[in-house]
């Protein structure tokens, strides 16, 4: 018996634009299991498990490429659970550059969180908790609390600016975006 993954498509809560649907597909359909793979080596290389499986690793990573497709002009956080799964698919940096291109629109660059810069501290703790906002507005019903925990304290990592350029948006620019890119960018 075939286990149906969840799809993006089948999940959002908005009302797409062609281009934003077709970006959703592309995210979709792009083949992440040997991301999913790495990044599960690298966490137990680190002494860890997994906390997420495999589907709802996957899954989380496809909301949070989804928020900077269907959100581009706004930054997001990702959480300590979909952390690993970014950071493996950016070391493959051809495929995640190709990614980016065609599912997001724009190069989605990497910032992580200095944890002794308090200033950036709380501000990315603000991010995050627009972040949950933001995936509850797209994907009511469909936001695992294991993936994106509420708790946005102990989620303060790694996060990514918005596009440079102004893109289709379905959230106007917030003033947290405001902030960091006029002091951190």
Same mark, same amino acid.
């Given at each position: +018996?075939?286990? +149906?993954?969840?799809? !993006?498509?089948?999940?959002?809560?908005?009302? !797409?634009?062609?281009?934003? @649907?077709?970006? #959703?597909?592309?995210?979709?359909?792009?083949? =992440?299991?040997? /991301?999913? @793979?790495?990044?599960?080596?690298?966490?137990?290389?680190?002494?860890?498990?997994?906390? !997420?499986?495999?589907?709802?690793?996957?899954?989380?990573?496809?909301?949070?490429?989804?928020?900077?497709?269907?959100?581009? *002009? *706004? &930054?997001?956080? $990702?959480? $300590?659970?979909?952390?690993?799964?970014?950071?493996?698919?950016?070391?493959?940096?051809?495929?995640?550059?190709?990614?980016?291109?065609?599912?997001?629109?724009?190069? &989605?660059?990497?910032?992580?969180?200095?944890?002794?810069?308090?200033? @950036?501290?709380? !501000? $990315?703790?603000?991010?995050?908790?627009?972040?949950? @906002?933001?995936?509850?507005?797209? /994907?009511?019903?469909?936001?695992?609390?294991?993936?994106?925990?509420?708790?946005? #304290?102990?989620?303060?990592?790694?996060?990514? =600016?918005?596009?440079?350029?102004?893109?289709?948006?379905? /959230?106007?620019?917030?003033?947290?975006?405001? $902030?960091? +890119? +006029?002091? /951190?960018?």
């Amino acid at each position: +018996m075939q286990v +149906m993954k969840k799809t !993006l498509v089948d999940t959002v809560g908005i009302i !797409l634009t062609p281009l934003q @649907k077709r970006r #959703l597909h592309i995210i979709d359909n792009h083949d =992440f299991s040997i /991301f999913l @793979k790495h990044a599960e080596k690298e966490i137990r290389k680190a002494g860890g498990e997994p906390t !997420l499986n495999p589907s709802e690793a996957e899954y989380a990573l496809k909301q949070y490429y989804a928020l900077a497709t269907l959100n581009p *002009n *706004n &930054m997001h956080a $990702v959480s $300590v659970a979909v952390d690993p799964y970014w950071h493996s698919h950016i070391l493959h940096t051809k495929s995640y550059a190709q990614f980016c291109q065609d599912g997001i629109g724009y190069y &989605m660059h990497h910032d992580p969180l200095d944890e002794t810069d308090i200033e @950036k501290g709380k !501000l $990315v703790e603000g991010i995050y908790e627009y972040t949950l @906002k933001i995936l509850d507005t797209i /994907f009511p019903n469909s936001v695992n609390l294991e993936s994106w925990p509420k708790d946005a #304290l102990n989620n303060r990592i790694c996060w990514h =600016f918005g596009s440079s350029t102004p893109q289709e948006s379905v /959230f106007p620019t917030n003033e947290l975006t405001r $902030v960091g +890119m +006029m002091r /951190f960018a």
